[in-house]
């Protein structure tokens, strides 16, 4: 128990998925105008995050890794179908995207106008497809730890953005140089979270 | 065969970089450049990735239902990517393990199904694989200055080769470790939007 909280924290803070890995810039920039806006795609990529990431980890470790088919037959020890993973994580990505889409649709028409136009754009976002890629590097032991990876890193996404769309607010009504307007000023504070986030170096449970 | 049109190399490269003016693939663009040698090796793999997967999708553009194009751009894009991802693993392989998972994240690189959809999806095989070179480079161009930057101001080599002499070490010459953290690649950016903008502006955004 205290690993998967550990693994939570270390993703919010320590293994950010925007200021340490840059994951899911384009979407960040394109929809941290409003505060409003950018709180229901953080919880859009979230949800994602929570359904994709356990279970890209169950295909991948009872299908695709190395030895992984040996609950069909102990002949298969050594198949290792890893270069397929790519494929494999986005289509389930895509699929479960598409399905999380129908499902919301269908049961919380409220929770639809909210997340509804975000979730096509999530099947594309680097931050989903990257969570998949890191959850197989990193090796973790059982399912607990990959979910408390999938949830850490969704919230520290969530932070991020809302963090930079608070500040986008308020930077309308200051004096940014011209050439420095909109993106330029954006990232310069993206980096100035990110020197920040940095102090969280080391921190552990 | 369609005549050579050069305007849609030259183009990305500085008034329509894919980078600082339309704003895609800046996930990976950060990422891997605190070294010059992945930067490269990153930036030809996009090249390769966003010209070919635009080639493919031209010739099917009339026959893929739209309704399920993302899906069939997204396999598309991904066979490409495994390609690269093997041959990486299988020529350079250092290189590759740096990378780690950015290789397979050019799945889901903006500038490769931004470019499918703004292109691709409506020109011509040979126009969308010109258009695929040009964005590419455009890539490639900021990849290679910042890689350059962070790596001669953050370790003092180039290529892993030494730049900077040992006798400024003795003077006291210090390497900026915080060149090759993660918040460096993002003001620098910044920094190199402002210049862009700065000497063209009408790039600037209006608000």
Redo the contacts between chains.
């Keep these: 128990m205290q690993e998967i909280i550990n693994i939570f924290v270390k993703s919010i803070f320590v293994d950010n998925m925007i200021?340490?890995?840059?994951?899911?810039?384009?979407s960040y920039?394109?929809v941290s105008k409003t505060v409003k806006t950018s709180m229901g795609l953080g919880i859009a990529v979230v949800f994602v995050l929570l359904i994709t990431v356990p279970l890209n980890y169950i295909i991948d470790n009872y299908l695709l890794k190395e030895g992984a088919l040996v609950w069909i037959s102990p002949k298969f020890a050594t198949i290792d179908l890893s270069?397929?993973?790519?494929?494999i994580?986005?289509?389930v990505i895509?699929a479960m995207v598409q399905l999380v889409e129908m499902f919301v649709e269908k049961t919380s028409p409220v929770l639809y106008a909210q997340l509804g136009i975000f979730l096509?754009l999530i099947?594309?976002?680097?931050a989903?497809?990257?969570a998949s890629?890191?959850m197989q590097?990193r090796q973790y032991n059982n399912i607990g730890e990959v979910t408390g990876f999938a949830l850490g890193s969704g919230i520290g996404w969530l932070l991020a953005i809302v963090g930079i769309a608070a500040i986008r607010e308020k930077l309308?009504y200051s004096q940014v140089?011209?050439?420095?307007?909109?993106?330029?000023?954006?990232?310069?504070i993206?980096?100035?979270m990110?020197?920040a986030f940095?102090s969280f170096l080391g921190i552990k449970l | 065969m369609a005549e050579f049109n050069f305007k849609l190399i030259k183009n990305p490269l500085s008034k329509e970089n894919p980078i600082t003016i339309q704003v895609l693939g800046i996930c990976s663009a950060l990422a891997v450049t605190a070294k010059l040698q992945p930067a490269f090796v990153m930036a030809l793999s996009v090249t390769v990735v966003v010209a070919f997967s635009n080639v493919i999708i031209s010739f099917l553009r009339n026959t893929i239902p739209p309704r399920i194009r993302i899906i069939v751009q997204l396999v598309i894009v991904s066979l490409l990517v495994i390609l690269v991802d093997q041959v990486l693993k299988a020529f350079v392989y250092d290189v590759s393990k740096q990378l780690s998972v950015f290789v397979g994240l050019i799945i889901t690189n903006c500038i490769v199904m931004g470019r499918l959809e703004a292109f691709a999806m409506s020109n011509k095989p040979f126009d969308s694989f010109l258009d695929g070179i040009g964005n590419g480079l455009g890539y490639a161009v900021i990849l290679i200055t910042l890689g350059v930057v962070r790596e001669l101001f953050g370790s003092g080599t180039l290529w892993g080769y030494q730049i900077i002499p040992e006798s400024f070490y003795n003077f006291g010459y210090q390497n900026n470790s915080l060149m090759i953290m993660p918040p460096m690649a993002l003001i620098l950016v910044g920094i190199i939007i402002w210049v862009q903008r700065a000497r063209n502006k009408e790039l600037c955004e209006k608000e």
């Design positions: 200021f340490a890995f840059f994951l899911g810039m384009c920039l394109a270069y397929l993973s790519f494929i994580f986005i289509a895509a096509p099947a594309v976002n680097c989903i497809l990257g890629l890191f590097e309308r140089p011209a050439p420095l307007k909109g993106l330029g000023i954006t990232f310069i993206t980096g100035l990110a020197i940095m």
